[in-house]
C-alpha cells in the first residue's frame, strides 16, 4: 500500500488485507498530525492521572522486560518532558479515554490521525473516543532507544508513527520456534526469534495494520511517538463460546489448520518438482514414479497401463511401495482417486499394496495434524 494510491484503492487493500488476517503498510497515510506540544495548554490544568514509565537501568538499552525498571509519573510530566525532546522514561500504552480533559483531548487528536480508508480502525478509534468496545494508547519514547519483546495481542491492530521511528518485526501466529515457546495461556515469546516474515520500517506519518494474534516485535528509535488503535476480532466470540461449540471449534479449526498445511505441501511439490525428458528417464531408471504424477495435472487414468509399461510390473510395484506418506498425500490430491486405482492396477496379487499407501498417507496426514496443532498451541509435538 502507498501513500499516492488513492483512497478507493487504499480502502480496498485495506479491508482486503483484515479479510485475509494478513499485515500490511501505508506510508505517509496520517490523516492528521498529532503534536505533543499542542497539549502543554491543557497539561497546566489537569495532570492526566499517572501513568507507567519505564526507566533503562545506566547505560542500558530498554528491551522486554530486561535492562530497565519502571516509575509511575502525571502523564502531564510525561508529555511537557517528551515535547522539549528531554524524556527519559518510555511510556508505553497509554489509555486514551474519557478520565479527564488531557486524555479526551489526546484522544479526539489521536483519532484524527487515523486515516477514513482504514474503514475498520477509523470506526474503531472513533468508538474509543465515545467509550465504545476499542481503545487508543499513546507510545512515548524517551531519550534512549528501545526494543520489546516477540509478543502477540488478542486484538487488531493498526500504529501510526508521529515522530521518529518504529521497526515492527512480524511473524504469523503459527510461527513454530515462537508459538512452541510460549503455550496457549501465555503470549510472549521466551525465545530469540528467527528472520522476521515481514518488516515494516514506519517514520513519522506512516502507518502499519497488523491482525489479532501475530507475533510482533518492536524497536523504538529514542524520542518517538506513535499511537495505535485495538479494536476486537475473532477472540471474543471464541472466548463466549460453551464448553460443547469451543470442543467442536477447536476440532474444526485444528482441520482448517491441517488442511492448510496440507495444501501448502502439495504447492511445494509442485513449484519443486522438474518434468522434462531428463528427469522422466532419470526417474525410470531409478525406478521411481515419474515427476508428471507429482507436478500434476492429473492424467488420465487411461494412461496409466501405458506409462506402467515401460517400467515393468516389478518395476512399477517397486516404485509405488516406495512412495513415501508425503508423496502418497501429493498423489492422491493431484490425481484423484480414479488415477489411484489405475496405479494399483497392476497390484492385483497383492492386495495389501494400496492397503499400506494409504496407511502411509493417513499417517502422514494424522501427523502433519499433531504438528498444527502443537505448533498453535506452544506444546511439545
Not at 194 to 210: I, M, S
Request: charged residues 20%.
Amino acid at each position: 500500500m502507498a501513500s499516492q494510491t488513492n483512497a478507493a484503492t487504499l480502502a480496498a487493500e485495506f479491508a482486503a488485507a483484515v479479510a485475509r488476517g494478513e499485515p500490511c503498510y501505508a506510508g505517509g497515510a496520517a490523516a492528521a498530525r498529532f503534536e505533543l506540544s499542542s497539549f502543554l495548554q491543557i497539561a497546566t490544568e489537569d495532570d492526566g492521572g499517572m501513568v507507567g514509565a519505564s526507566l533503562p537501568v545506566e547505560g542500558g538499552v530498554y528491551a522486554g522486560d530486561a535492562a530497565r525498571h519502571d516509575v509511575q509519573l502525571p502523564l502531564a510530566t510525561i508529555i511537557t518532558a517528551a515535547a522539549a525532546r528531554e524524556g527519559v522514561g518510555y511510556a508505553m500504552q497509554i489509555p486514551l479515554d474519557s478520565t479527564g480533559p488531557l486524555r479526551q483531548a489526546m484522544a479526539r487528536a489521536a483519532a484524527a490521525v487515523v486515516p477514513p480508508w482504514a474503514v475498520a480502525a477509523k470506526s474503531a478509534a472513533v468508538a474509543a473516543v465515545e467509550g465504545g468496545d476499542a481503545s487508543l494508547q499513546v507510545w512515548i519514547g524517551g531519550n534512549a532507544p528501545t526494543t520489546t519483546t516477540a509478543h502477540y495481542d488478542g486484538l487488531e491492530n493498526m500504529m501510526i508513527v508521529t515522530r521518529g521511528r518504529k521497526t515492527v518485526d512480524l511473524w504469523p501466529p503459527a510461527c513454530p520456534k515462537l508459538a512452541r515457546s510460549a503455550p496457549a495461556w501465555a503470549y510472549r515469546a521466551t525465545v530469540e526469534p528467527l528472520r522476521p516474515t515481514v518488516t515494516f520500517t514506519l517514520d513519522a506519518g506512516d502507518c502499519a495494520y497488523w491482525p489479532v494474534s501475530w507475533w510482533h516485535r518492536v524497536r523504538s528509535d529514542a524520542d518517538t511517538v506513535a499511537i495505535n488503535v485495538w479494536w476486537p476480532g475473532v477472540r471474543p466470540q471464541l472466548d463466549a463460546l460453551p464448553a460443547p461449540r469451543a470442543a467442536f471449534a477447536l476440532r474444526t479449526l485444528a482441520h482448517r489448520c491441517v488442511e492448510l498445511r496440507l495444501a501448502s505441501v502439495v504447492a511445494d511439490a509442485a513449484a519443486y518438482t522438474v518434468d522434462d525428458e531428463f528427469t522422466r528417464a532419470e526417474a525410470l531408471r531409478r525406478g521411481v514414479l515419474p515427476p508428471r504424477l507429482i507436478l500434476g495435472p492429473a492424467v488420465d487414468a487411461l494412461f496409466v497401463p501405458s506409462l506402467a509399461d515401460r517400467y515393468g510390473r516389478d518395476a512399477w510395484l517397486r516404485a509405488l511401495e516406495a512412495v513415501d506418506g508425503r508423496g502418497a498425500h501429493v498423489l492422491e490430491a493431484v490425481q484423484g482417486d480414479a488415477v489411484l486405482d489405475a496405479l494399483f492396477w497392476w497390484s492385483a496379487g497383492d492386495a495389501g499394496a494400496r492397503t499400506r499407501f494409504d496407511a502411509k498417507r493417513e499417517e502422514f496426514c494424522a501427523a502433519e495434524l499433531r504438528r498444527a496443532v502443537c505448533d498453535a498451541c506452544g506444546v511439545a509435538r
